[in-house]
């Protein structure tokens, strides 16, 4: 092979790619989509608002389940269930949740028709305290919540 | 000793290696389009810490209330404090009340243009995870008073 040849193939394999318009492309396209990433995911729990006169014309005949969040416990009560207490030490007991899943479980379980729950809160409630409470009452076979204040001042 | 062209030494071309921030942008653009989503989608208002839930539904168009630990807003716009409405032995938020009115009269108008029935549709409650629950019987109340019948209260989804 003459050396004028080797020295053409040469230059051939060190060509390099020309990258610049898909830089270019990325460059517009990684800012469009960091701008409309979405990082945090959000979801909505659907309830109706306060204020329904019915709901506590049937609640009398129903089960009428109510899970009372205070700053120390869970109260379960409800009509013809056992009315259970599970004291937690602070907020964010887990030990004391799960006792509450646990029982709400038991509850829908032997309540296949019922689909409501009451959260009586204090007014000092937390609201991350009511949605944790929510959320287990849902994954217990509860979804139908409604919120209700334990002293009530109109 | 003077210099003479002949020994100067000559710079070689320095090629940029592009292959690796090549990779690298190639691995972000992937994650980035996975993660696009057309729609336009809620977002937490400033301010505002959601709680974590399991919930899975999606929030739909709505009017937003934001009761950060500080005061309550409606969409962007700042309504009242919120050491004010708990000082006060009302239920009724009055400024709230006053803004939920405003944009039911707008709701009518458009619906009167249209020729439709008018439909308020959805109230959703942005609500930081440290408020206590005197203020969100207040906000939901003030709501319903004011003729919204379906709240959802929007949270940040745990898997």
Redesign the interface.
């Known amino acids: 092979m003459s050396r004028h040849r080797i020295r053409k193939m040469r230059d051939l394999v060190e060509a390099?790619l020309e990258?610049m318009p898909?830089?270019n492309l990325?460059v517009v396209?990684?800012p469009m989509?960091?701008l409309?990433?979405?990082?945090?995911?959000?979801?909505?729990?659907?309830?109706?608002?306060?204020?329904g006169d019915g709901a506590e014309a049937d609640a009398k005949e129903s089960l009428d389940l109510a899970v009372h969040i205070t700053a120390d416990a869970y109260r379960v009560e409800g009509n013809g269930i056992e009315a259970r207490e599970f004291p937690r030490e602070d907020r964010r007991d887990v030990g004391a949740t799960f006792q509450l899943a646990a029982y709400l479980q038991t509850v829908a379980t032997d309540h296949p028709d019922n689909r409501a729950v009451r959260i009586v809160?204090?007014?000092?409630?937390?609201?991350?305290e009511?949605?944790?409470v929510?959320?287990r009452s849902?994954?217990a076979g509860l979804p139908e919540a409604s919120?209700q204040?334990d002293q009530?001042?109109? | 000793m003077r210099r003479t062209g002949r020994h100067r030494r000559v710079k070689p071309a320095v090629a940029l290696k592009m292959t690796s921030m090549m990779d690298i942008l190639v691995v972000l653009l992937l994650f980035l389009v996975k993660s696009f989503v057309a729609d336009e989608q809620m977002s937490p208002s400033a301010g505002v810490q959601l709680p974590e839930s399991t919930a899975k539904e999606h929030p739909e168009d709505s009017v937003v209330i934001a009761i950060t630990e500080t005061s309550i807003l409606v969409g962007e716009d700042w309504v009242a404090d919120l050491s004010a409405v708990m000082a006060s032995d009302e239920m009724r938020i009055e400024k709230l009340a006053r803004e939920l009115e405003t944009i039911r009269a707008q709701k009518e108008d458009l619906a009167r243009i249209q020729g439709v029935d008018v439909q308020l549709g959805l109230v959703t409650i942005q609500g930081d995870r440290e408020i206590e629950f005197a203020v969100l019987q207040r906000v939901m109340y003030t709501v319903g008073a004011e003729g919204w019948d379906e709240i959802s209260l929007a949270v940040i989804r745990t898997t």
């Open positions: 390099d990258i898909l830089m990325f396209l990684i989509l960091l409309s990433a979405v990082f945090l995911e959000l979801s909505v729990i659907h309830m109706a608002a306060p204020g809160s204090q007014p000092t409630t937390h609201y991350d009511i949605i944790e929510m959320d849902r994954e919120l204040g009530v001042s109109h």
